[in-house]
């Protein structure tokens, strides 16, 4: 059902296009980023950039926001030709960009960033002005609560993203960019983030949505243009397609099933968490995690899953509790006591301490066992820590020729492929992973539950945790579900709707 946005947006599908890119090509060396690429957006419209990582969405973006100079092509805004680069003409013609990484400066205040880098700013702002500005500006975006005099790193992630939104505002720009703005972030945050983007179309500003979430199509967006292999496919309102239709135009193929096959569950527990208390926790927390299952805690940010991943990994010590693996007493004092022990933890920011970006993929995936192929001096067995990363590499579909490459070089979704798969060399018994297929397309995220499928298979337990509703459902076996620090729930997942985890994650009572 069109929401009452589209319906706005439909009234204008004849109005004269806000922006045109006709013909636009960029080659980097032997890759073709974009080929004859063709994009139109109108005045008022949300249009969401769909496509698997290295499609060509990531280009479009820099060269829409003056980062990257095209190799051929035209670009009009209002009918005008515009020449974007450098990122300084982009800015003034009218073009902004929220990007998944955020650009404040954490140890400035709130009320400082909002006219940090901006320009036609004043060259002294004054502290009461300057902080009555930020009032009006965060009050657009939903964070009127806050005190525009507190340093950004006390703000929560999703209060982050809103202020890079309201940052946006200080321009008054018209094409507003919106590079995965949810990909941190919890159902609830989520609808914050889209109501204010919403309003910020109705109010007749055009907005590029780049997502791998698909409901969040569905919920916002007018129309859709699906990138692949470079190319631009025509634009299609999202009142003629559905989710399945989607994923086919970005595959160029249909994706049989997301989630693959459950398998045989083991009938003693393989990991047993009692008591745990630990910062973030405000309440004692008991589960079990038997063979071959794969066990899901989702809640919203702050609800307790980051809390019980992190003590079990040995990143924040638990103040209360124990838990044993294979009936033996888990040490819990470090990461490398938890490594030692059997557990491998893998985090939910790939980039701050999953890879090591500047490194090369053979390097990354031997970096957890390294010493298991050095001799008694030390020395390093080249042919035995490339052995042994191929066979990781192969077992995770990253492809060996590659292993000299650097990681930083990779698809978002062969990164995390990479951040998971190091793990099993060090053949632990669990695995921990926080946000397992954020800001990873739709087919590597097929990928990745297959191998976590085929690691169950094989014996081990698994613990996600990821506020991704459809994946808790999909991938689990056993959801458990945290509000406000304390486990509310535990069941088998055919016990569960999706109308029941979400109930439930906001702690809402049914109708």
Not at 93 to 122: C, F, K, R
Not at 123 to 133: D, E, I, M, S
Not at 301 to 321: E, H, I, N
Not at 336 to 345: D, H
């Amino acid at each position: 059902m069109a929401s009452e946005y589209q319906t706005q947006a439909s009234k204008d599908a004849a109005a004269r296009p806000r922006l045109s890119v006709r013909g636009l090509s960029k080659r980097y060396g032997s890759v073709q980023a974009l080929a004859e690429v063709n994009f139109e957006l109108r005045p008022g419209e949300v249009m969401a950039l769909l496509g698997e990582n290295g499609a060509g969405k990531s280009t479009l973006v820099k060269v829409i926001s003056g980062l990257v100079q095209p190799d051929s092509g035209s670009i009009e805004i209002d009918g005008q030709p515009v020449d974007l680069y450098p990122s300084a003409r982009s800015q003034a013609a009218g073009v902004a960009v929220v990007h998944q990484e955020y650009s404040s400066v954490p140890t400035l205040t709130v009320a400082e960033n909002l006219v940090l880098g901006q320009t036609g700013q004043p060259a002294l702002w004054l502290p009461g002005r300057l902080n009555r500005r930020a009032r009006e500006l965060l009050a657009a975006v939903g964070l009127d609560h806050i005190d525009p005099r507190i340093p950004v790193e006390r703000l929560s992630v999703a209060e982050m993203q809103l202020l890079e939104i309201a940052r946006l505002l200080v321009r008054d720009s018209r094409i507003l960019i919106f590079d995965e703005p949810t990909a941190a972030l919890a159902d609830r945050e989520i609808e914050r983030v889209l109501s204010v983007i919403t309003r910020l179309a109705v109010e007749g500003r055009s907005i590029i949505y780049v997502t791998h979430r698909l409901p969040e199509v569905f919920r916002i967006a007018h129309r859709v243009t699906v990138f692949r292999n470079g190319r631009s496919l025509p634009a299609r309102p999202t009142s003629e397609l559905n989710v399945d239709s989607v994923i086919g135009m970005m595959l160029g193929r249909d994706l049989e099933t997301m989630f693959p096959a459950r398998g045989a569950i083991g009938s003693s527990a393989l990991l047993e968490v009692r008591g745990l208390l630990a910062p973030g926790l405000t309440a004692p927390v008991d589960f079990d995690v038997r063979p071959g299952e794969i066990l899901g805690l989702t809640g919203q940010l702050g609800s307790g899953t980051s809390a019980v991943m992190q003590a079990l990994a040995g990143m924040t010590p638990p103040t209360a509790g124990r838990a044993l693996l294979a009936g033996e007493e888990l040490a819990l004092r470090s990461r490398a006591a938890t490594l030692k022990g059997g557990v491998a933890y893998c985090s939910a920011d790939r980039k701050h301490d999953g890879i090591f970006a500047e490194r090369s993929i053979r390097e990354n995936l031997s970096s957890p066992w390294i010493r298991t192929v050095a001799g008694s001096g030390g020395w390093i067995s080249s042919r035995g820590e490339a052995d042994k990363a191929r066979e990781i590499a192969s077992r995770f579909a990253i492809d060996v020729k590659r292993l000299s490459s650097f990681v930083g070089t990779l698809s978002g979704g062969n990164q995390q492929k990479v951040a998971v798969g190091k793990w099993l060399g060090a053949a632990p018994r669990i695995m921990l992973l926080e946000e397992p297929t954020r800001g990873v397309d739709i087919g590597a995220r097929a990928e990745i539950y297959q191998r976590l499928r085929d690691l169950c298979a094989a014996g081990m337990g698994i613990v996600v945790a990821s506020s991704d509703t459809a994946e808790i459902l999909g991938l689990s076996d056993t959801i458990a579900t945290f509000y406000r620090g304390r486990l509310t729930a535990i069941r088998p997942q055919a016990e569960w709707s999706e109308d029941a985890l979400v109930r439930e994650v906001m702690h809402q009572e049914a109708a």
